[in-house]
């Protein structure tokens, strides 16, 4: 099965500093990678989400790469706030197919420092 | 898009009690799950609840330890039976608008602990 790691598990940043979070995924055959904003005492939040036929996709101040050769993915949060505080999920998987679901990755906790 | 509830937002239980926890959706979903997160960790697929059928559960999950139910397409509900603090995390309910649809939307969440 899928197997998704993240790196790094905690991530300390000074506001307006820029924050890389990666991820690695060992499915060759995954083609849709979300990322997901969790806050303190709330669920996970769909942030931004890339298909494996884009290398890029940006929202904002959010982006996700995508290196399909090298399996591996980056969210990129330019000019930070404090709060964009929280811990942050790649996930991959295989779609269209109802029987794969989400893995996920470890989570990285972002602080970002006013 | 889909607006998730889940009841209760938390509870505190002694152990070998039992706890149902509700998830509602605004609207009629296609797929319906349940995931576990305990404390620091990331997301763990419990099972996908099947509407009118038994649950199908991910390794390591039983159904007597977590009956499901899915009466409709809006509405399941997870039970944490016979509890131990070891369940003590936050349990999340998750949909699916449809089958091939891309977005995976997460409930509040209900935190558990178990004494």
């Known amino acids: 099965g899928e197997n998704v790691e993240q790196h790094p598990s905690t991530l300390s940043v000074q506001e307006g500093d820029s924050a890389v979070i990666k991820c690695t995924y060992s499915?060759?055959?995954?083609?849709?990678f979300p990322w997901y904003k969790q806050e303190l005492g709330k669920g996970p939040q769909l942030i931004i989400d890339i298909r494996s036929n884009v290398g890029e996709k940006k929202d904002q101040r959010i982006a996700v790469t995508l290196n399909k050769t090298a399996k591996h993915f980056s969210l990129h949060i330019t000019e930070t706030q404090p709060e964009d505080s929280a811990v942050y999920f790649c996930?991959?998987?295989?779609?269209?197919?109802?029987?794969?679901?989400?893995?996920f990755g470890g989570g990285t906790r972002l602080m970002v420092k006013p | 898009s889909a607006v998730i509830s889940q009841k209760p937002s938390r509870d505190i239980c002694q152990r070998g009690t039992s706890l149902t926890i509700q998830c509602q959706v605004d609207?009629?979903?296609?797929?319906m799950f349940w995931y576990r997160q305990q404390p620091g960790q990331s997301l763990t697929l419990i099972a996908t609840?099947?509407?009118?059928?038994?649950?199908?559960?991910e390794s390591g999950f039983v159904i007597d330890k977590f009956p499901i139910s899915r009466p409709n397409l809006t509405f399941s509900t997870l039970t944490v039976s016979n509890m131990s603090p070891e369940d003590s995390s936050i349990y999340l309910c998750?949909?699916?608008?449809?089958?091939?649809?891309?977005?995976?939307?997460f409930g509040p969440g209900t935190r558990l602990t178990v004494l």
């Open positions: 609840a099947n509407q009118g059928s038994e649950a199908t559960y």
């Open positions: 609207s009629q979903v296609t797929m």
């Open positions: 499915d060759s055959a995954s083609n849709y």
């Open positions: 996930a991959a998987t295989l779609l269209p197919n109802a029987g794969n679901m989400l893995t």
């Open positions: 998750s949909v699916k608008t449809g089958v091939s649809t891309d977005t995976q939307y």
